[in-house]
Every structure is written in structure tokens, then in C-alpha cells.
């Protein structure tokens, strides 16, 4: 099985979010740490990781209109 990366770019297009506000959601815990790539210096986050990620914010928020 292929695991799919996002890099930084892909998410902020993707889900219309800054570097800045990823940066800073991951530094209070709140978005997943990336992984690195071996042998370079580039990062990138789990496809999988991503997606728990949107579904756990989407159910959070759907939990505070109930």
C-alpha cells in the first residue's frame, strides 16, 4: 500500500488554512507533527493523519450546534 504525503502547500490550498496558523496549531497540539522525509530535510503529513484530523475538528464543531 502507497502512503500518500501532503506537503505543507497541498494543506494550505486544500483546506484553507496559513503556514502560520499550522504552525501554531501544531505547537498547541491541536494539528498533527509531520513526518520527514529520509535523507532530506522536507516534511510532510500522513494523508490518514490528516483526514482523523478534519473529521475530529468537524465533529467537534458539529457537537457545539447540538
Do not use: C
Amino acid at each position: 500500500m502507497v502512503m500518500k504525503v501532503y506537503r505543507i502547500n497541498n494543506i494550505v490550498e486544500g483546506y484553507a488554512l496559513s503556514k502560520v496558523t499550522i504552525h501554531r496549531l501544531m505547537k498547541n497540539g491541536l494539528f498533527p507533527k509531520p513526518i520527514q522525509f529520509a535523507e532530506r530535510s522536507a516534511v510532510g503529513w500522513r494523508s490518514s493523519d490528516i483526514d482523523h484530523w478534519v473529521s475530529t475538528v468537524s465533529s467537534e464543531t458539529e457537537a457545539r450546534y447540538e
